[in-house]
Nanobody, 131 residues
Framework: QVRLAESGGGLVQAGGSLRLSCQAS?????????IGWFRQAHEKEREFVAAVNWDGLLGDTPHYADSAKDRFTISRDNAKDTVFLQMSSLKTEDTAVYYC????????????????????WGQGTQVTVPS
């Protein structure tokens, strides 16, 4: 069992930056899981943002949605059992509740973008980029 807690959300002007954190706790270690970030805007479906997966040969490998490429960076600090999502050049369309989620390492990276592949979820943190 792993518990996840997001933090770092807030209100930021367009073009600004935020760093979200996903802290894991419980009788496990965050390095044992693939961690994904998803977001859900008001009255919209939850969508994939980024994930970090463990590849036995390559180590941690990041994966990004097209909307996040070149603006967001996902990273993992195993010593702190924390995964970060550094977001820059934020846009109004980035406004959403951001969730982190955990699943066992995915042998097929295509699974990382599917919310129903994740077993554990945090409560979310709000990010608002006003127009």
């Amino acid at each position: 069992q792993v518990r996840l807690a997001e933090s770092g959300g807030g209100l930021v002007q367009a073009g600004g930056s935020l760093r979200l954190s996903c802290q894991a706790s419980g009788r496990t270690y965050i390095r044992s899981y693939a961690i994904g970030w998803f977001r859900q805007a008001h009255e919209k479906e939850r969508e994939f943002v980024a994930a970090v997966n463990w590849d036995g040969l390559l180590g941690d490998t990041p994966h990004y949605a097209d909307s996040a490429k070149d603006r967001f960076t996902i990273s993992r600090d195993n010593a702190k059992d924390t995964v970060f999502l550094q977001m820059s050049s934020l846009k109004t369309e980035d406004t959403a509740v951001y969730y982190c989620a955990a699943r066992p390492p995915a042998p097929d990276s295509s699974r990382l973008s599917r919310a129903n592949e994740y077993q554990y979820w945090g409560q979310g943190t709000q990010v608002t980029v006003p127009s």
